[in-house]
């Protein structure tokens, strides 16, 4: 069974394709993508909820910028995108009140303007 770590760095795999893999590659891309989402799909919905990604949107929460932004902030906030924005059974399953005001504070927090797009990206997915 995967762990929140897991799926941490695969999210941190699947942000990272979006921007250097090819558009030659965009199947390999979409495999990737739809591979992640059936493996969640094929676990329990209450542990993926409630322990898989329960767990990152706690961490994720207690990371929450007070004195600015860090590298670490930019890696979490990467490893949600490739998770959310790549995954619809992810956002049905881990769309949260804690997840969308963590996001709310690292917006607020945050100054540089890809961060900000990345964070509305995956905002919109979550409610999609």
Known sequence: M????LIFQTGLVLASSSSTITHA????????RASFDSMLQSLPAH??????????TRAFSALAPADGWTPEHRQALSALEG?????PTA??????V???????TFYSHCSDKNDRTTMAQILT???I
């Open 2 to 5: 995967p762990t929140p770590l």
């Open 25 to 32: 590659a965009s199947e390999d891309r979409n495999m990737l």
């Open 47 to 56: 542990h993926v909820s409630s322990v898989l990604l329960g767990d990152l």
């Open 83 to 87: 998770i959310y924005t790549y995954s």
């Open 91 to 96: 956002c049905r399953l881990g769309a949260s």
């Open 98 to 104: 804690p997840l969308v005001t963590a996001l709310a």
């Open 125 to 127: 997915h979550l409610f």
